[in-house]
């Protein structure tokens, strides 16, 4: 699940900037690939504790307006199964678009964000929807501060309450702050909250302390200890019997990425 103003990169990468001269113009299409110890979104596993590989690209035009996609290889998706279906699901698509803009000093960013887990058949397992979802998102950035609220159009992730009732109107709430240490390195603190609409038992508040390192030409990589308040034990909707492992336990997540 990812955006990169969305709380994955704060998590898991920061991309590297190179700075061009100033009086050659800005190539608007940019791409990145990488890959992290395990995918962490939102606080959650999304890939069972073992490395991802990841990578996008992204269009910025110079009016402000953005689009992109970013990929992800998954497990979470396939930790779903139960004795009656065997899911699938092990690549998470995403594609973006948006508008960033600035007023009285404030930045802006503000867009759709569409979740696709390709070839995923998560509702055969009777227990969920399809977990393909549309979010709406804004930020808003002052200072080293930045704030975002992401807004479910569909149901969350596919995520329906035991008496069917749908997710749709969830939403996540992002405080984040960004530190330049010097020498190409930033220190991101993170606290947010997801709520999951008629299914309470599912919401919990995620933090996260990320150091990221900027080696120029494109190279970055990230250090960060993660924290989920969400009940880690076996029952519960965050532990995966299929493999004895909940998406929500303490961890400390490492990463690369390159950007050309």
Known sequence: MKLKSKLLLALLAVSGVAFADETAPQDPLSYNVGVVSQYRYRGLAQSRGMPALQGGADFAAANGFYVGTWASTIKWIQDSSNSTATVKGPVELDIYGGYKFEAAGVAYDVGVLQYEYLGNNLADTKTAHSPNTSEVYGAATLGVVTAKYSYSLTDLF???????????????????????????????????????????????????????????????????????????????????????????????????????
């Not at 302390?209 to 969400?230: M, P």
């Open 158 to 260: 596919g995520q329906i309450s035991s008496a069917g009732q749908g997710s749709a109107g969830s939403y996540y709430l992002d405080l984040s702050a960004t530190f330049d240490l010097g020498n190409g390195y930033t220190f991101v603190p993170h606290a947010g909250r997801q709520q999951v609409k008629n299914v309470s038992d599912n919401s919990y508040t995620d933090y996260a302390l990320t150091v990221n390192k900027d080696f120029g030409n494109g190279l970055s990589a990230s250090l960060s200890a993660i924290a989920v308040t969400a009940d880690k034990t076996p029952g519960s909707a965050f532990y995966s019997t299929a493999n004895n492992y909940s998406t929500a336990k303490g961890t400390l997540v490492a990463g690369v990425k390159y950007a050309f």
